[in-house]
């Protein structure tokens, strides 16, 4: 485990670099039309220009398509959906046949779509990079209370240290002294920042 005074550093590098690109991204979903644009932005998962956001290339345009379909689908339950972890639940659900569309997937739809109803994660959510970042801060499980990490992270909101942790989990688990500067990749299509470049997993 690194140092409070690294922790820190990190923290207020990641508050500098990081979160407003994270905002921008999400920014780009909160401004959707219609829940009908929201679902289909949030699961085709596409930036301002249209490209896949780099999360979900791996998935494929396919598999993205047919998740998509299955969320309209049930676009009522989702417009009645209360709460972020209520939401997540019904993509989850909705989605569990999907091949390929995974944990993280689903929790970046649910944001995505969450950010347009208005809800954020109350509890940071851990897959992929992000567990293993919080497991060298000694931290586990699937859904957590930010008061279960150190002092300097619960500065950031559940989600954005879900985004911290995915992108410092090398630094903080001792193989890097610290993580690159975001690539601030323009969209030639539209001029639009590639969002999903930043991050990945």
Not at 89 to 117: C, M, Q
Not at 156 to 170: G, Q, T
Request: aromatic share 8%; net charge positive.
């Amino acid at each position: 485990m690194i140092s409070n005074q690294s922790l820190c550093r990190l923290v207020e590098q990641y508050k500098r670099q990081y979160r407003p690109y994270l905002r921008r991204e999400l920014e780009y979903f909160a401004g959707s039309k219609s829940l009908s644009e929201a679902i289909k932005r949030a699961a085709l998962s596409t930036c301002a220009c249209g490209r896949v956001l780099s999360h979900q290339r791996r998935n494929g345009r396919k598999v993205l398509g047919l998740a998509e379909s299955r969320l309209q689908s049930v676009k009522d339950r989702i417009r009645n959906a209360s709460d972020f972890k209520a939401l997540h639940s019904i993509i989850k659900l909705e989605t569990r046949t999907v091949e390929k569309f995974g944990p993280l997937a689903v929790y970046d739809v649910a944001l995505r779509i969450g950010v347009y109803r208005g809800f954020y994660p109350e509890k940071v959510f851990l897959h992929t990079g992000a567990r293993r970042g919080a497991k060298c801060e000694e931290v586990t499980g699937h859904e957590v209370s930010r008061i279960s990490f150190r002092t300097p992270l619960r500065s950031l909101a559940p989600h954005e240290i879900e985004n911290f942790l995915c992108i410092f989990e090398d630094v903080l688990c001792g193989g890097v002294k610290t993580a690159g500067r975001p690539r601030n990749k323009d969209c030639k299509i539209c001029g639009a920042r590639e969002m999903g470049e930043l991050w990945p997993r």
